[in-house]
C-alpha cells in the first residue's frame, strides 16, 4: 500500500514493501526448532549462520542476511579471512555480530586443528586387548612416525611388543 512521504518540501507517493521477518517463517522450519528437532547436520551453512547472528535487519531477516554474507565472501572459509573491521562495516553486521561470528569461526578452526591431530588413531571394539597379538582380530601397533594407536584387522597377526608380523599385516603396514 503506497504511502505518502514529505522530502525537501515535496509530497512523493513511496511504495512500502512488504520485508518477511523470522517470526513469518513457520516454527517448524525456523532454524532453532530445526536444529532441536534434526540435529545440525540437517541445516544449511547459512541457517547454521543465522543462529550465531540471531537477527537480521529491516532488510534482510536472519536467514537472508547470513546467506548474502556466505555468498558475498565465498562462503566460511572466506568469512574465517575476512578482517574484522570489513565484517563490522558490513549492513547488518557490528562489532557484537562480527565477534560472535569470528569467535565461531576459530573455534571451528581450533576443532579441526584437533581432530587432525586425532585423525590417526585408529580404535578396537572394547573386548580387544591391544597387548595380545593372538586376539582373534589381530591387534597392532603402528610406528610409523605417528603416535603408538591400537589397530584391529582379521586375520592378521603381529606382536605389539616386536617388529614382526605377518605378511597381509607387512602389506597392510607398507601401505600406510
Same mark, same amino acid.
Given at each position: 500500500?503506497?504511502?505518502?512521504?514529505?522530502?525537501?518540501?515535496?509530497?512523493?507517493?513511496?511504495?512500502?514493501?512488504?520485508?518477511?521477518?523470522?517470526?513469518?517463517?513457520?516454527?517448524?522450519?525456523?532454524?532453532?526448532?530445526?536444529?532441536?528437532?534434526?540435529?545440525?547436520?540437517?541445516?544449511?551453512?547459512?541457517?547454521?549462520?543465522?543462529?550465531?547472528?540471531?537477527?537480521?535487519?529491516?532488510?534482510?531477516?536472519?536467514?537472508?542476511?547470513?546467506?548474502?554474507?556466505?555468498?558475498?565472501?565465498?562462503? %566460511?572459509?572466506? /568469512?574465517?579471512?575476512?578482517?574484522?573491521?570489513? !565484517?563490522? #562495516?558490513?549492513?547488518?553486521?557490528?562489532?557484537?555480530? =562480527? *565477534?560472535?561470528?569470528?569467535?565461531?569461526?576459530?573455534?571451528?578452526?581450533? %576443532?579441526?586443528? /584437533?581432530?587432525?591431530?586425532?585423525?590417526?588413531? !585408529?580404535? #578396537?571394539?572394547?573386548?580387544?586387548?591391544?597387548?595380545? =597379538? *593372538?586376539?582373534?582380530?589381530?591387534?597392532?601397533?603402528?610406528?610409523?612416525? %605417528?603416535?603408538?594407536?591400537?589397530?584391529?584387522?582379521?586375520?592378521?597377526?603381529? #606382536?605389539?611388543?616386536?617388529?614382526?608380523?605377518?605378511? =597381509?599385516?607387512?602389506?597392510?603396514?607398507?601401505?600406510?
Amino acid at each position: 500500500m503506497p504511502t505518502l512521504e514529505k522530502t525537501a518540501g515535496k509530497l512523493a507517493l513511496v511504495k512500502l514493501e512488504y520485508h518477511p521477518t523470522i517470526h513469518d517463517v513457520p516454527t517448524d522450519e525456523r532454524p532453532r526448532e530445526r536444529l532441536k528437532h534434526y540435529g545440525p547436520k540437517a541445516l544449511s551453512t547459512a541457517e547454521l549462520l543465522a543462529i550465531i547472528l540471531r537477527t537480521g535487519t529491516s532488510r534482510d531477516n536472519v536467514i537472508e542476511l547470513a546467506g548474502k554474507r556466505l555468498a558475498k565472501y565465498g562462503g %566460511l572459509s572466506g /568469512l574465517m579471512r575476512a578482517d574484522f573491521g570489513e !565484517l563490522c #562495516s558490513e549492513h547488518g553486521l557490528g562489532e557484537a555480530k =562480527a *565477534s560472535q561470528l569470528k569467535a565461531a569461526l576459530e573455534i571451528g578452526r581450533r %576443532l579441526g586443528m /584437533l581432530q587432525n591431530e586425532e585423525k590417526y588413531q !585408529l580404535t #578396537s571394539s572394547p573386548r580387544i586387548n591391544p597387548g595380545d =597379538a *593372538s586376539s582373534r582380530e589381530g591387534a597392532f601397533l603402528l610406528r610409523r612416525g %605417528l603416535p603408538d594407536v591400537a589397530f584391529t584387522a582379521p586375520g592378521l597377526t603381529a #606382536s605389539p611388543q616386536a617388529d614382526t608380523a605377518s605378511p =597381509a599385516a607387512n602389506t597392510l603396514f607398507a601401505a600406510l
